[in-house]
Antibody
Framework: EVQLLDSGGGLVQPGGSLRLSCTASGFMFSSRAMSWVRQAPGKGLEWVSTISGLGFETFYADSLRGRFIISRDNSKKSSYLQMNSLRAEDTAIYYCANGGHMSSFDSWGQGTLVTVSS | EIVLTQSPATLSLSPGERATLSCRAS??????LAWYQQKPGQAPRLVIS???NRATGIPARFSGSGSATDFTLTISSLEPEDFAVYYCQQRSEWPRTFGPGTKLDVK
């Protein structure tokens, strides 16, 4: 059974940084792209970033490029999202998902809430 | 970027009825269109990938069709657990984009 456990959310002040983590099990981690999708309170889904299975390719939403960095450690079956220069509009539930490169977002984590507020 | 438009925004039906949800793309996405179901307080769940492939564990009452710019998710006979928000999403081009969602609620 595929399981994705995302963590690392919390309350952060504007301009601050946060690192989200996603730990996977139940599939061959290094063979699958990993992605982050967010959802602002009461809003729809917004794709954030995707990293290929071996980590050689990364993709970002235009509005986030330069502030967010996606990475992965296949030895730990984990994906990460480093979020810098956070703004109030980054407040959302952040979901990790497997896939997103050559496939749809097949499985999702439970989400981790990021709140950017002073 | 490819803009996805979903209609209707809200669909009110009764259990046992047939639901037809639409997704239109601003340019062709080929067959690279997926559908997700999201219930309140839960993460999204993949329902249909690549236009018409049911995801693991998705009942046969769910079906997808379409191509290029016009896609449909059909639920043949609604069960109580099907009432949720449904999003379409394209993986034809970067950035990946989602539609705004259709809320399927109980009439």
């Amino acid at each position: 059974e595929v399981q994705l456990l995302d963590s690392g959310g919390g309350l952060v002040q504007p301009g601050g940084s946060l690192r989200l983590s996603c730990t996977a099990s139940g599939f061959m981690f290094s063979s699958r792209a990993m992605s982050w999708v967010r959802q602002a309170p009461g809003k729809g889904l917004e794709w954030v970033s995707t990293i290929s299975g071996l980590g050689f390719e990364t993709f970002y939403a235009d509005s986030l490029r330069g502030r967010f960095i996606i990475s992965r450690d296949n030895s730990k079956k984990s994906s990460y999202l480093q979020m810098n220069s956070l703004r109030a509009e980054d407040t959302a539930i952040y979901y990790c998902a497997n896939g997103g490169h050559m496939s749809s977002f097949d499985s999702w984590g439970q989400g981790t809430l990021v709140t950017v507020s002073s | 970027e490819i803009v996805l438009t979903q209609s209707p925004a809200t669909l009110s039906l009764s259990p046992g009825e047939r639901a037809t949800l639409s997704c239109r793309a601003s340019q062709s996405v080929g067959s690279s269109l997926a559908w997700y179901q999201q219930k309140p307080g839960q993460a999204p769940r993949l329902v249909i990938s690549d236009t018409s492939n049911r995801a693991t564990g998705i009942p046969a009452r769910f079906s997808g069709s379409g191509s290029a710019t016009d896609f449909t998710l059909t639920i043949s006979s609604l069960e109580p657990e099907d009432f949720a928000v449904y999003y379409c999403q394209q993986r034809s081009e970067w950035p990946r984009t989602f539609g705004p969602g259709t809320k399927l609620d109980v009439k």
